[in-house]
């Protein structure tokens, strides 16, 4: 959801961006057709789960399909995951994914950002695909793209250490272009 503000940002006032990082998002509108309709069909299933059992059993479903396979044992992990979502309401949750089913076509915006950015994903998310993001560091000029090893959709919760020293080695990058 984080990219998909920025997106907004860069749309409303793209000369007060000094620099963008894109963590595991997307860019692509909603598609209608059999693979939308099947994305709306689970977002809606998980918003009916959260509605009827509480959000901390749609995030402990929810996190099967967006963590690394081999993670799914950290416990340490998910809980933190699971706390994150407990933390908003069923309502909240319902909003988000109307926003995201009525997502509009971003490649414009990765066009005309002419600030530095930053592209970084797993290597194994399975929800916002690497192949969009090697599309998305294509579509922004000059950008840089990183891929964490051994990580799904939740890089900062999953690798924060790799995910931290991405954005140090890019901020620094930042700071030694502009002396």
């Not at 990082?21 to 998980?46: F, H, I, K, Q, S």
């Amino acid at each position: 959801m984080g990219g998909r503000v920025a997106y907004e940002i860069l749309r409303r006032a793209p000369k007060r961006v000094a620099g963008v990082a894109l963590l595991d998002t997307a860019y692509r509108a909603w598609v209608p057709g059999p693979a939308g309709e099947r994305e709306r069909a689970e977002r809606m299933e998980l918003v009916e789960l959260a509605r009827a059992q509480g959000m901390r059993v749609m995030a402990r479903r929810w996190v099967q399909r967006m963590v690394y396979p081999p993670r799914l044992t950290d416990e340490h992990l998910l809980s933190a995951i699971v706390e994150m979502f407990a933390r908003k309401s069923p309502e909240i949750f319902a909003a988000q994914i109307r926003a995201l089913l009525g997502r509009p076509d971003a490649a414009s915006v990765l066009c005309s950002i002419r600030c530095p950015a930053l592209v970084l994903c797993g290597r194994q998310d399975a929800w916002s695909l690497p192949a969009s993001h090697r599309q998305m560091a294509f579509l922004i000029p000059g950008s840089e793209l990183v891929m964490i090893e051994c990580c799904g959709h939740m890089s900062p919760m999953e690798r924060p250490a790799e995910v931290t020293a991405a954005m140090r080695e890019w901020l620094a990058s930042l700071a030694s272009s502009r002396k």
